[in-house]
């Protein structure tokens, strides 16, 4: 009945190019992948507008 732990494996697709996970790399292929990922989110936390006025003056050091 050692087959039945074989149901509990789900392979798990890396969110990054849909390859089947690798288990060090969880939930990713490998760790380009994870890094990937990784910059993504940052690059979404980075892209959070912030709301500057335009007109500020350009202060240009000199
Ligand atoms: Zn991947």
Known sequence: MNSQSF??????????????SQPPFQPF????CKLTDLGNWFGEVYRVPV????NLPEEESE
């Open 29 to 32: 292929c490998s760790s380009r």
């Open 51 to 54: 709301e500057e006025p335009e």
């Open 7 to 20: 149901d509990s494996l789900q392979i798990e697709l890396c969110p990054v190019c849909d390859k089947p």
